[in-house]
């Protein structure tokens, strides 16, 4: 059974340094009855039930109820439902960064772009996730991992490691920050882009003629081409910062 944190006012807040600092190393837990659950089983069924009902509707008795445990055994793992949901958002950073394929003969941008677009991808697939994906910076295990890929592939490209990492968060803030806005509750579906759209093109040609002469692309660009068009304006915005590197990593 895992080492209980102290449960006082000093407790750390959950998914912040300290609270990763004193996470216990798991280990499956030995007792007498049913088997023991691992705890990865119950962060991936947490995850499914997060996707379904989203963060705010989650519960531990919902969770024990479709894992056909109890709360008293999921509580075993973790002292409250944000630990869980600190480790659940670990897990689709896991699971995201598996999807990334890593190839050598690729220019720089073209590898941190396909790294990001996947990113964009995994959180676009995932809308009921993104308030607890924006709520902290990553630094768990699975965080920490694709931080330190992300990083590193840039240096391996000849970036030096403060511009490596400078670039690195802006492209992640950029990436997660458009995944949020574009699923938020006021993001306009393609019938609500339309009629953006026609409002655009009525207002008065005096005092908005280059909203009106643009509203086509203020409006008509999808999501996903929205998203790497901005990106490519970011990875040229870096390129004259970049000295000394080559089109395949070192």
């Given at each position: 059974m895992p080492a209980q944190r102290d449960k006082t006012s000093s407790t750390p807040r959950p998914g912040s340094p300290a609270w990763w600092a004193a996470e216990p190393v798991r280990a499956p837990e030995k007792r007498r009855g049913r088997p023991a659950r691992p705890f990865d089983e119950i962060v991936t069924a947490a995850l499914e039930l997060v996707e379904r009902v989203g963060a705010d509707a989650f519960t531990m008795r919902a969770l024990a109820e479709q894992l056909d445990t109890s709360t008293a055994t999921l509580y075993r793992h973790v002292d409250s439902k944000d630990?869980?949901?600190?480790?659940?958002?670990?897990?689709?950073?896991?699971?995201?960064?598996?999807?990334?394929?890593?190839?050598?003969?690729?220019?720089?941008?073209?590898?941190?772009?396909?790294?990001?677009?996947?990113?964009?991808?995994?959180?676009?697939?995932?809308?009921?996730?993104?308030?607890?994906?924006?709520?902290?910076?990553?630094?768990?295990?699975?965080?920490?991992?694709?931080?330190?890929?992300?990083?590193?592939?840039?240096?391996?490209?000849?970036?030096?490691?403060?511009?490596?990492?400078?670039?690195?968060?802006?492209?992640?803030?950029?990436?997660?920050?458009?995944?949020?806005?574009?699923?938020?509750?006021?993001?306009?579906?393609?019938?609500?882009?339309?009629?953006?759209?026609?409002?655009?093109?009525?207002?008065?040609?005096?005092?908005?003629?280059?909203?009106r002469a643009a509203a086509q692309a203020l409006t008509g660009v999808s999501a996903r081409d929205e998203f790497l068009e901005g990106l490519q304006f970011i990875l040229d915005g870096v390129e004259p910062r970049l000295t000394g590197a080559g089109t395949t990593p070192a």
């Open positions: 630990d869980l949901m600190v480790h659940v958002v670990d897990k689709v950073l896991g699971v995201i960064a598996s999807t990334v394929e890593k190839d050598d003969s690729a220019s720089w941008q073209e590898s941190t772009r396909a790294r990001l677009l996947r990113l964009h991808e995994g959180l676009s697939s995932r809308p009921k996730l993104l308030t607890l994906l924006a709520a902290e910076v990553p630094i768990g295990p699975n965080g920490l991992a694709a931080r330190e890929a992300a990083i590193t592939d840039l240096v391996a490209y000849g970036f030096e490691i403060d511009l490596a990492a400078r670039v690195y968060t802006t492209l992640a803030h950029y990436t997660v920050g458009f995944a949020v806005q574009q699923h938020a509750p006021g993001a306009p579906s393609p019938a609500e882009a339309s009629e953006l759209r026609s409002y655009y093109r009525k207002l008065d040609s005096d005092r908005f003629p280059s909203t």
